[in-house]
């Protein structure tokens, strides 16, 4: 029998202390110091973790950029979130899952395991081959539907110095790189996350000028 799948969750509670918000946050620094505090974050059954809105489960919402053009794909038939499926997306990631099924004993932080796990999510959809740099650049919350609510997206915004991205996952379609105004005019197929996002999206490029944010040194 497969084992359930385990994912990074945190209590709700824990956003509505640290203060709660919907769309798009771009004061990240507090949020990620609150919820990356030892002890707060956990591991929980997947199947358990999506009906409960007690929690939150983190994801990693990577926008890849080029040039002023974004990285888009439809969700195919073989999507993990199958309430997803046929939906435009900006945003490359997924759930954080125990490497090995093995959890730190001593390093609560899970800094590290959630900073292999973007890298490790990123690299089972597409085939980065250009240097990039990644920056956390918002936190996303939508509590609107159903998805939205058992979720919080941590933004990622990836530059990158050429445009060689190749899919690797067959959940991926119609892949291509887009400008804002093209993406508007796609809008209406847009999932919820990817929507919010786009409304951002010269937010992030001037916070990616202005500020260098790196919130995971090395």
């Not at 709700?12 to 707060?40: H, K």
């Not at 939205?148 to 050429?162: A, E, K, N, P, Y």
């Amino acid at each position: 029998m497969a084992k359930e799948e385990k994912v990074l969750v945190f209590k709700r509670e824990i956003l509505e202390q640290a203060g709660a918000f919907q769309g798009l946050n771009f004061e990240v620094e507090p949020y990620i110091n609150t919820i990356f505090a030892p002890g707060v974050l956990s591991f929980m059954d997947r199947s358990e973790a999506e009906n409960n809105p007690n929690y939150k489960q983190i994801i990693p919402y990577v926008i890849l950029a080029f040039e002023g053009k974004y990285l888009t794909y439809v969700r195919g038939k073989r999507a993990g979130e199958t309430r997803l499926i046929g939906n435009r997306s900006i945003g490359i990631g997924g759930h954080i899952n125990p490497i090995d099924d093995e959890v730190p004993l001593f390093d609560t932080d899970y800094r590290e395991l959630y900073r292999c796990a973007v890298e490790r999510e990123v690299a089972e959809e597409v085939l980065v081959e250009s240097k990039h740099t990644d920056r956390i650049i918002a936190l996303l919350n939508d509590d609107s539907n159903p998805v939205g609510r058992v979720h919080l997206g941590v933004v990622h915004f990836w530059t990158l110095d050429s445009r060689d991205v190749r899919k690797r996952e067959q959940m991926i379609t119609q892949m291509a790189f887009m400008s804002s105004q093209e993406l508007e005019e796609a809008k209406d197929s847009m999932e919820t996350w990817s929507r919010l996002c786009l409304e951002g999206l010269n937010k992030m490029e001037q916070h990616c000028i202005s500020e260098n944010i790196s919130l995971f040194p090395d």
